[in-house]
């Protein structure tokens, strides 16, 4: 069993900054792409920003320049450093990763359970 665990969400003021974690564990054998997604209320969820096993980073426009994913693969951790938050960016933070596990021999994509970032003065 898999288990995909998030934190650092909360609540920040415009122009303030939040880093979010989200840490995989189980029985696991390796993990392909990582990413971040969102989701506001009456909206749906859309992708914030991915990245491969090799490193490479993927952005939705509305983030650009001002959000940064990461991962650690010794850890099994991917990371979202957001900066200058907008008040547009208030909504359930959600991580997703493929990963291949020992019990099931194929790629599988698993979800956090959501994190809430509210960005308000």
């Known amino acids: 069993q898999v288990q995909l665990v998030e934190s650092g969400g909360g609540l920040v003021q415009p122009g303030g900054s939040l880093r979010l974690s989200c840490a995989a564990s189980?029985?696991?054998?390796?993990?392909?792409?990582m990413g971040w997604y969102r989701q506001a209320p009456g909206k749906q969820r859309e992708l914030v920003a991915d990245v491969t096993s090799g490193g490479n980073a993927n952005y939705a426009d509305s983030v650009k320049g001002r959000f940064t994913i990461s991962r650690d693969n010794a850890k099994n951790t991917v990371y979202l450093q957001m900066y200058n938050l907008e008040p547009e960016d208030t909504a359930v933070y959600y991580c997703?990763?493929?990963?291949?596990?020992?019990?099931?021999?194929?790629?599988?994509?698993?979800w956090g359970q959501g994190t809430q970032v509210t960005v308000s003065s």
């Open positions: 189980g029985n696991i054998f390796s993990i392909a792409g």
């Open positions: 997703k990763m493929f990963i291949w596990t020992r019990s099931t021999y194929r790629y599988d994509t698993y």
